[in-house]
């Protein structure tokens, strides 16, 4: 869902002049250590360190800004000569499976990054709690690793922070409670929390959060995750499949902005709300293996969608019934 805009933040771009030579011999000091016999060929110093490969350089100050690397050769850990590019606003490591080791501190020694992406790595240990120093962060990235232990609460203090993405991961314990309280009271932040090990009760606070989106799939959470839903919230995905949810679905509201909705394979019960219809732009549904009883609703308003819904949308549930499933008695 991230990828779109993260591919346009992270296009190689180049400034016309020559990089700063401080930052030079900061990218060539990252590039010594790695364990490969040469790694980076493209990053000679013969030439302007603003054309390497994954380099970016701001247009007037020559100053690098962004680091992208896509690699399936790199060996070694995350270089901690990161603070030495005292400009840098956007670094990406992406898709490295032989880069290991843990978040080096030196990673909250950055005060101008907004982008942190560390993706498809062998990276282990913990989320680290010196994430939270990043106080111009926008975007968290930290999908398909390794790491575990809890969520730091501090992330919650981020004033700027508009995705968080901890998924594929081996996290535990509960969502924090101060993802209810994000100082980042200006955005509707983007929650991705899927295919961990949490467990515990959704926090009541998170009804406070508009969110843009939400997957916290395949967990061990429980409780009421009707704290998502709300007729007046811009909230376009919620995903909260394949947990321990408990709730009556019958009370929940929905925002007209709704796009996708999977809720299956819980213990949800109670009846559809007719209101689900007036989600105009609903494209993905599926309510499946829960608890649910009573008429499915009719009338549906979508906007890119004429033809019903299927039955994998509605079985295995209590007793519901209606198109397009048995007819109700």
Not at 49 to 78: H, K, M, P, Q, R
Not at 124 to 135: D, R, T
Not at 137 to 155: E, Q, T, W
Not at 271 to 288: E, G
Request: hydrophobic letters at 40%.
């Amino acid at each position: 869902m991230l990828l779109p805009l993260l591919f346009l933040l992270f296009s190689p771009l180049s400034a016309a002049g020559l990089c700063h030579p401080d930052d030079k011999s900061a990218l060539l000091e990252f590039k010594h250590s790695f364990s490969n016999p040469n790694p980076f060929p493209t990053w000679d110093p013969a030439f302007d360190c603003c054309d390497w490969y994954g380099v970016e350089c701001n247009e007037t100050t020559n100053y690098v800004i962004g680091l992208n690397i896509i690699s399936d050769d790199l060996n070694g850990t995350i270089p901690t000569v990161l603070p030495k590019l005292k400009h840098l606003q956007h670094l990406r490591l992406h898709k490295i499976p032989n880069l290991v080791g843990i978040i080096p501190p030196e990673i909250g020694e950055l005060p101008h990054l907004t982008y942190l992406v560390i993706s498809w790595t062998n990276v282990s240990g913990p989320v680290p709690n010196f994430l939270a120093n990043l106080k111009h962060l926008a975007y968290l990235i930290l999908s398909f690793n390794h790491l575990s232990g809890s969520i730091p609460p501090s992330l919650a203090t981020l004033p700027y922070l508009y995705a968080i993405d901890l998924s594929r991961n081996q996290l535990t314990g509960p969502i924090p409670e101060s993802f209810g309280h994000f100082a980042n009271t200006a955005g509707f932040p983007a929650l991705y929390l899927s295919h961990n090990m949490l467990s515990g009760d959704i926090p009541a606070s998170l009804a406070n959060v508009n969110f843009s989106q939400v997957d916290i799939s395949r967990n061990n959470l429980s409780g009421d995750a009707s704290v998502f839903f709300g007729r007046g919230k811009v909230t376009s995905t919620i995903v909260i499949s394949r947990n321990n949810f408990q709730f009556d679905f019958s009370n929940v509201s929905f925002m007209e902005s709704l796009d996708v909705l999977d809720i299956s394979h819980n213990k949800i019960y109670g009846s559809i709300p007719p209101q689900i219809t007036d989600a105009v732009y609903l494209q993905f549904l599926n309510v499946s293996y829960n608890r649910l009883c009573g008429e499915i609703p009719t009338g549906w308003k979508l906007r890119y969608r004429s033809e019903s819904w299927d039955n994998t949308s509605f079985f295995h549930n209590r007793c519901l019934c209606g198109i397009p499933l048995d007819p109700c008695k």
